[in-house]
């Protein structure tokens, strides 16, 4: 069994930073890509940004410049540092992770931790 927890979300004006934690455990031989993605209130949900097993990085236009995706592999944890945060940032924000346990390799999604932004 696997679980992603998710950890830092909040209220912040606008301008304001947060940083968002995700830990992966339990049956894992290796973690691929990992990854932030957001939904907001009737909307679907879009990818943030991710991260490969390298340290490769892909981001969402939307956030590029503001956003920086890291990742501790030797922890299983990815990070997002968000700054000059936008009311439209305001979502419910989910890490994603491709976990390999023996030879089966699946997504996992954490329950989802709240980013607000005020005007």
């Known amino acids: 069994q696997v679980q992603l927890v998710e950890s830092g979300g909040g209220l912040v004006q606008a301008g304001g930073s947060l940083r968002l934690s995700c830990a992966a455990s339990g049956s894992i031989s290796s973690i691929n890509a990992m990854g932030w993605y957001r939904q907001a209130p009737g909307k679907q949900r879009e990818l943030v940004a991710t991260?490969?097993?390298?340290?490769?990085?892909n981001y969402a236009d939307s956030v590029t410049g503001r956003f920086t995706i890291s990742r501790d592999n030797a922890k299983n944890t990815v990070c997002l540092q968000m700054s000059s945060l936008k009311p439209e940032d305001t979502a419910l924000y989910y890490c994603n992770a491709r976990i390999t346990w023996a030879t089966v390799t699946r997504a996992y999604w954490g329950q989802g931790t709240q980013v607000t932004v005020s005007s």
């Open positions: 991260i490969s097993s390298g340290g490769s990085t």
